[in-house]
């Protein structure tokens, strides 16, 4: 009966962990979260917010956990040049990333697409029309739901891509947002929020 018992307590505890939202962004700083490269990772009234550096280059800002199956939610303003993205099951070193992208871009650029870094390039891109779910200097809202080979984005309450791929499914990884070389970008986060599956 005591053996009973504590295997109960043991699956109840598992099942709170999953299931449970948690937030990824405190609202004050970057506890929890590592940065890669020379860009600009800070927080600004309650907002996470990357900016171009003076160098120019591709910039990283990643959990320090790994997450596989997952949803996530969080809401991204693009200011200037918006062209950033989160990565999901994915691994940095130094500014090279080896992971999945979902497009955070401006309009036309495919936003809500995945692409594969230093790998086999875009895997998919939303239909044409889907592009007018992103409003370009406002709040949009971006859910990421990944599940085995199984990857879905939404933007502002579209759906933009559903796709399966064996190697996405046999990934492992942390999620990281970028932000994209070419200098003039500017894009603030906030309400980062995920949920084991």
């Keep these: 009966m ?3 018992y504590l295997i109960l307590v043991n699956l109840v505890t598992v099942n709170s962990v999953f ?3 948690i937030s990824l962004f405190n609202g004050s700083d970057l506890e929890g979260w590592i940065i890669h490269g020379t860009e600009k990772w800070y927080v600004e009234e309650g907002n996470l917010i990357c900016e171009s550096g003076p160098d120019k280059k591709y910039g990283y800002l990643s959990t320090k956990e790994y997450y596989k199956d ?3 939610k969080l809401d991204f303003k693009q200011e200037a040049n918006g062209n950033s993205g989160v990565f999901i099951r994915s691994t940095v070193e130094g500014t090279i990333v080896s992971g999945w992208q979902i ?5 036309g650029n495919d936003s809500g697409g995945i692409y594969e870094s230093y790998g086999r390039g875009w895997l998919i891109k ?3 029309e889907k592009d007018k779910a992103l409003k370009m200097g406002e709040w949009n809202s971006m859910r990421i739901r990944v599940k085995g080979e199984q990857v879905i984005s939404w933007i502002n309450g579209i759906e933009m891509v559903n796709f399966k791929d064996e190697k996405i499914g046999k990934g ?6 970028q932000i994209h070389d070419g200098g003039g970008i500017k894009v603030k986060w906030k309400n980062i929020f995920l949920t084991k599956i």
């Design 2 to 4: 005591r053996l009973f």
């Design 19 to 21: 299931g449970q939202e």
């Design 70 to 72: 997952f949803e996530l």
């Design 103 to 107: 497009e955070v871009a401006p309009p």
């Design 126 to 128: 939303p239909d044409k």
């Design 172 to 177: 492992e990884g942390k999620i990281a947002l």
